[in-house]
């Protein structure tokens, strides 16, 4: 039911020439994500960790499809022990708008946030970003959801034993610079979406 509207937004975007944009938040906790790892027989891996902080890392992402479905970007922006508010919502689409040249097509879930007086006086008054929600309920379909978060936590963060919230910070840090130079794993989110894009 979702697909063929998504469909269309991309032919929207491929007749304006615009870049797809889809954008997302999730966060990041000081309780690692525990997943299986190689040991020495009979000598089980052993994961220490904080259970007395719980800290996170808020963030905000978008990947981003160039006009020509070439080339795949990556954007971040990290708030350590806060939540992503409507104000950092604007400020992050005011920094894509300043990185990215031409028209938008922004799509993302309805959120509250995202829906917020602040966020929508924002983009009224921006003739590049078209907004264009997800279906409810369907984050499958959002390739920062499916795929970028998802790496990210079950990569490189899994398995961590961090100490405090600015190690956190770094190792988050550290993880998205991986992710954004590999066009391929990006490729793969947004083909694990299911979503029609010609990549």
């Known amino acids: 039911m979702g697909r063929p509207r998504l469909a269309a937004h991309q032919k929207k975007a491929a007749r304006l020439r615009a870049h797809l944009v889809f954008l ?3 966060g990041f906790l000081m309780l690692p994500t525990v997943r299986r790892t190689w ?10 960790h904080r259970l007395s ?14 006009p020509q479905r070439r080339r795949l ?6 708030y350590p022990d ?26 993302w879930d309805r959120w509250g946030v995202h829906r917020g007086r602040r966020v929508r006086r924002y983009l009224t008054g921006q003739r590049r970003i078209r907004p264009e929600w997800l279906p409810p309920y369907a984050p499958d379909l959002n390739p920062m959801d499916k795929g970028c978060w998802s790496w990210m936590k079950g990569h490189g963060l899994a398995n961590h034993g961090l100490q405090d919230v600015e190690q956190l910070t770094r190792a988050v840090r550290h993880e998205y610079d991986t992710l954004r130079r590999r066009q391929g794993l990006l490729r793969s989110s947004v083909r694990a979406t299911g979503l029609p894009i010609r990549l």
């Open 82 to 107: 806060a939540n992503v508010s409507q104000e950092a919502v604007v400020v992050f689409l005011r920094a894509l708008g300043r990185h990215l040249r031409g028209p938008l097509i922004l799509v």
């Open 39 to 48: 040991g020495r027989r009979g000598q089980p891996p052993v994961l220490r």
């Open 53 to 66: 902080h719980w800290g996170k890392v808020s963030a905000i992402g978008a990947v981003t499809l160039s």
């Open 24 to 26: 997302d938040e999730t």
């Open 73 to 78: 970007g990556l954007y971040l922006d990290l």
